[in-house]
């Protein structure tokens, strides 16, 4: 079993950039698929981008296309999510979760882990 451990959310102003992290313990990272996902009260948890494995494919959503990119660094345990140009709509709590199956794709049903969340606050 794994442990996701999400950090680097805070206040941003608009156009700003700001990475996320999320640190695995427990279990080597690299037996994962790895996506971050977001929710605003109110709304659905929201697929941002994904990642497979080895960090060969990615998949991203139209949201953060072009602006968000998703990395991992297995011998660190790590999955990162490079947020650039930031909006005030990008306000979120954002989760990274993580799939025994390897998988990256939009579903939350896919994935059997879950960190506690970081959020992110744009102002404009």
């Known amino acids: 079993q794994v442990q996701l451990a999400e950090s680097g959310g805070g206040l941003v102003k608009a156009g700003d950039s700001v990475r996320l992290s999320c640190v695995a313990s427990g279990r080597a990272l690299d037996f994962y698929g790895v996506g971050w996902f977001r929710q605003t009260p109110g709304k659905e948890r929201e697929f941002v981008v994904g990642?497979?494995?080895?960090?060969?494919?990615?998949l991203d959503a139209d949201s953060g296309k072009g602006r968000f990119t998703i990395s991992r660094d297995n011998a660190k345990n790590t999955v990162y999510l490079q947020m650039d140009s930031v909006k005030p709509e990008d306000t979120a709590t954002y989760y990274c979760a993580a799939s025994s199956q390897g998988t990256y794709g939009v579903e939350s049903g896919l994935y059997d882990y879950w960190g506690q969340g970081t959020r992110v606050t744009v102002s404009s």
């Open positions: 990642i497979s494995r080895y960090g060969g494919r990615t």
